[in-house]
């Protein structure tokens, strides 16, 4: 039992019914529903549902569901304050982080996680799983705003939760592709088993901690390059690159230093990640729609994708959902540092369920360790040391 595994990789640190993945068949289903199904046809708020309640919701219910976020897209007057009262050249990341544990001085009521029984307060739970991921979306898109000197838009309530992020974001109202490919985008980062920032969710979900301050260390945890800052990285790199002509030097330039190529490859997926081959048909279907005007980094990335395929797909290394999803939210006029916050939007969703499913069967983390420093010693009064 006491064998150390570095990075936890392989030990399972808990049972999950929410999501599971078959890296080897390239397979993502939540709740058992392909990823490929509910892209196709379901919502970010159906899916969110899903998530949490492990059943999609008949139509009365996701109404209802719907209509609660919308009437949680306000933002208290004191939470403006607050942001505006932060560096303006702080990481987008570091402000969801600070706003959302704030929002627990603003909405007490976590004393009914007493730890005496699983927590059976359920209108609590949902009223809390509400009041985060309704706000989340407003409060990353009201920092545009006020980090460049400007008042926030306000939410519209007749718009669904995608639609409504992007309108707070740019103060328009969105084109409807960009509108669903946000909305599919949504869905496809929700959940993905226990990776780093879900880990953290359980750890401090198990401590009895309150909700938001779970959710404030899931998005420290998601802030950290090794995690969610990778489709930053593409970006940046298909700048570099500039045309589809550079892209084979680039490419094993980039190899024979053993450097890695930004956006292919995943630990658990051994062929294409179902969520990149997703997003790479809505960016098909994108590119149609515009004609011959498009991003010409739409034809770089196409290109270093069937040139890492030429030389990494005998490694089982193809593009994953990073590929493609910074390009698709540079078209919506979402600025690069402000991707991960995105991808915490959505994985909201999922850190919540995994929180409530924590609460439901709850044991504190308690690991050991194998320890590796000095044997007893007997204290060195100062003068003698
Ligand atoms: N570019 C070039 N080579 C890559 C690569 C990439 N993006 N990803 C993996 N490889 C190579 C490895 O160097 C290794 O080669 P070797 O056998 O000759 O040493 C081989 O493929 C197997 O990869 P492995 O080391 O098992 O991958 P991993 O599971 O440890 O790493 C990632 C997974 C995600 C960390 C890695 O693929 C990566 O850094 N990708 C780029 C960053 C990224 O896009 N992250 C977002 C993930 S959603």
């Known amino acids: 039992m006491s064998e150390y595994l570095p990075g936890l990789a392989?030990?399972?640190?808990?049972?999950?019914?929410?999501?599971?993945?078959?890296?080897?068949?390239?397979?993502?289903?939540?709740?058992?529903?392909s990823i490929e199904d509910l892209a196709a046809n379901s919502t970010f708020e159906e899916t969110a549902m899903l998530l949490m309640d492990g059943r999609l919701p008949n139509r009365i219910e996701l109404e209802n569901?719907?209509?609660?976020?919308?009437?949680?897209?306000?933002?208290?007057?004191?939470t403006r304050g607050l942001m505006k009262n932060l560096p303006a050249n702080g990481h987008p990341m570091e402000m969801l982080q600070t706003v959302v544990s704030s929002l627990a001085m603003f909405y007490p009521g976590s004393e009914c996680l007493t730890g005496d029984t699983a927590c059976n307060d359920l209108n609590y739970i949902h009223n809390t799983t509400v009041k985060i991921l309704a706000r989340?979306?407003?409060?990353?898109?009201?920092?545009?705003?006020?980090?460049?000197?400007?008042?926030p838009v306000k939410p519209r309530e007749n718009l669904n939760y995608a639609e409504n992020f992007l309108y707070m974001f740019t103060g328009k109202?969105?084109?409807?592709?960009?509108?669903?490919?946000?909305?599919?985008?949504?869905?496809?980062?929700?959940?993905h088993?226990?990776?780093?920032?879900?880990?953290?969710?359980?750890?401090?979900?198990?401590?009895?901690?309150?909700?938001?301050?779970?959710?404030?260390?899931?998005?420290?945890?998601?802030?950290g390059p090794l995690h969610g800052g990778a489709n930053?990285?593409?970006?940046?790199?298909?700048?570099?690159?500039?045309?589809?002509?550079?892209?084979?030097?680039?490419?094993?330039?980039?190899?024979?230093?053993?450097?890695?190529?930004?956006?292919?490859?995943?630990?658990?997926?051994?062929?294409?990640?179902?969520?990149?081959?997703?997003?790479?048909?809505?960016?098909?279907?994108?590119i149609e729609q515009k004609g011959g005007d498009i991003n010409p980094l739409f034809e770089v990335a196409k290109t270093v994708e069937s040139v890492c395929e030429d030389r990494l797909a005998k490694k089982g290394v193809y593009a994953n959902v990073d590929f493609y999803s910074g390009l698709l939210y540079?078209?919506?006029?979402?600025?690069?540092?402000?991707?991960?916050?995105?991808?915490?939007?959505?994985r909201t969703a999922g850190w919540l369920a995994h929180w409530r499913?924590?609460?439901?069967?709850?044991?504190?983390?308690r690991p050991t360790q194998i320890y590796t420093g000095e044997p007893r010693r007997k204290y060195v009064p100062i003068e003698k040391r």
């Open 232 to 286: 930053q990285k593409v970006l940046e790199m298909l700048r570099e690159i500039g045309t589809p002509d550079k892209v084979e030097e680039y490419v094993d330039k980039r190899l024979a230093k053993k450097e890695v190529i930004w956006g292919m490859g995943h630990r658990e997926y051994k062929t294409k990640d179902p969520r990149a081959t997703i997003l790479q048909r809505l960016m098909d279907q994108f």
């Open 65 to 78: 569901f719907s209509l609660q976020l919308v009437e949680n897209r306000r933002i208290k007057f004191h």
């Open 10 to 33: 392989g030990v399972p640190a808990t049972k999950s019914n929410i999501s599971d993945i078959d890296g080897e068949k390239g397979i993502l289903a939540y709740r058992g529903y």
């Open 136 to 151: 989340m979306s407003p409060i990353v898109a009201m920092w545009e705003h006020i980090r460049n000197g400007y008042d």
């Open 330 to 346: 540079t078209e919506m006029g979402i600025p690069p540092d402000q991707f991960t916050t995105i991808f915490a939007i959505s």
């Open 357 to 365: 499913e924590q609460l439901a069967d709850n044991r504190i983390f």
């Open 193 to 223: 088993t226990i990776n780093a920032s879900t880990f953290a969710v359980l750890v401090n979900a198990s401590t009895l901690a309150n909700p938001y301050s779970v959710i404030t260390a899931a998005i420290g945890a998601l802030s």
């Open 173 to 191: 109202k969105p084109d409807p592709l960009l509108a669903r490919i946000m909305d599919v985008c949504l869905i496809l980062h929700a959940e």
